[in-house]
Every structure is written in C-alpha cells, then in structure tokens.
C-alpha cells in the first residue's frame, strides 16, 4: 500500500497540488518538515491557494495563443480601415509593418502578465512568511 501512494499522481500537477500530495504522501517519514507551530493548517492553505491564484492569473495556454491572435491580427484590422494612399508605406511592407506592429503588442501584453504574475507572488511569500518557509522546506525535502 505504501508503495502505491508513493506513485499516486493527481490530474492536476500544479504548484498546490505538488506541495500538497508532498506532504500527504511523506509527514509521517523521518526527516521530513513539520508544520510549525505558529502556521495553522488554514493559514498554509491560504497562502498555497493564494500562490496558485497568481500562477493561474497568467491564463491557460489556450488564452495567450488566442490573445497573440487577436493582438496580431488587430493592427491590420486597423490599417484595412484607411485607403491605401492614405497608408505609411508601399505595397506588402504596410502589412508587415502592422504585424511587427502586433508583435510589439503581444510582447508587452506578455510583459506586464510576467511583471502582475511576480507582484502577486511577491505579495503572498509577503502575507504568509512561515508558510512560504515551511513550503520551501517541504519542496527541498528529497
């Protein structure tokens, strides 16, 4: 039986989850960190869910491909609106201009999520200090 929660593997590999099935699957083996006194069991689960949130606020895969589309696509949107006289440049490099255009969108877009991802981090090891530091000795545990 034991050995079979050792290979128990939940759908979702996630941060929380990884910390969580860590310590369930190894409190009761020497060596391993307990919960300090002064961090309740509330308190640990707040800050991993609060930690999770922030890595979940980035979106999925799936969002960001669909946002790179639409901050792509949304500059020759644009350019379409204006006659072609009317247009900066010549022929096929108004239309790469607007893509490198949508380029420079996405990178900012992806930017600032990886700044607002970083601050929320920041701001839950800010809130839950002994749970951070217990949370980092489970995960160094081997």
């Not at 083996?29 to 991993?48: C, I, K, M, T, W």
Request: glycine share 4%.
């Amino acid at each position: 039986m034991k050995d079979l929660e050792e290979r128990y593997v939940t759908v979702l590999d996630d941060f929380q989850h990884t910390v969580e099935n860590r310590i369930r699957n190894h409190k009761d083996e020497a060596g391993f960190p307990q919960l300090p006194a002064n961090v309740s069991e509330e308190e640990l689960s707040d800050y991993l869910f609060d930690y999770q949130a922030a890595l979940d606020s980035e979106g999925t895969e799936r969002s960001r491909y669909t946002i790179a589309g639409i901050l792509l696509c949304l500059p020759i949107l644009v350019m379409s609106g204006f006659p072609d006289d009317s247009l900066p440049f010549e022929g096929v490099l108004n239309v790469l201009v607007a893509i490198g255009v949508g380029l420079i969108l996405f990178l900012l877009y992806r930017v600032l999520m990886k700044a607002l991802v970083r601050s929320k981090i920041r701001r839950a090891n800010r809130d839950y200090p002994e749970a951070k530091a217990y949370v980092d000795r489970v995960l160094a545990f081997k």
